[in-house]
């Protein structure tokens, strides 16, 4: 599947979650921490990711309003799962834009408490459930991204 401005920024959230999350523990380490240069090091790696994606961004966009890519990749969807929220009303780009930031910050706080060790395996197992119900989200807020933007450039022609 080529990239869409949904997939794009369902990058670009990920890439600030791990840029902030690095950057939280750089400050609680001392300065003279050796890992700290290694973190420092890791963080201006993900920036450089960054700045990329967003270059990239800009770069699809230019062509899709150009008409010179496709902007939405019909998908084969097979969830199960009817306790999702739903993103039909949302009409503007940038309510889709920020459910997809927040379902996937949820999704990186569900997955660091399924990671806790003295997590009883019931509560692993609920968690779980939450995290395909959350990333199900995610990915219908992908789809709503490029929806909007198609609709969005088919009214400008």
Do not use: C
């Not at 920024?9 to 400050?27: A, C, G, P, T």
């Not at 890992?35 to 800009?58: H, P």
């Amino acid at each position: 599947m080529a990239e869409t401005l949904g997939s794009l920024i369902d990058k670009l959230s990920i890439k600030n979650l791990r840029y902030w999350h690095i950057d939280e523990v750089i400050q609680a380490k001392d300065a003279s921490d050796p890992q700290r240069a290694k973190l420092q090091a890791k963080r201006d790696l993900v920036d450089n990711q960054r700045k990329e994606l967003l270059g990239e961004i800009d770069a699809f966009l230019e062509a899709a309003l150009a008409g010179e890519v496709k902007i939405r990749d019909e998908k084969v969807k097979l969830y199960k799962n009817l306790n999702v929220a739903s993103s039909v009303g949302l009409s503007k780009l940038g309510d889709a834009v920020s459910g997809l930031a927040m379902s996937n910050i949820k999704l990186w706080h569900l997955e660091d408490e399924v990671r806790r060790e003295d997590l009883p395996d019931a509560e692993i197992v609920k968690t779980k459930r939450t995290i395909d119900t959350t990333n199900q989200e995610r990915n219908n807020f992908m789809d709503k991204v490029d929806e909007i933007l198609e609709q969005t450039v088919n009214q400008t022609k």
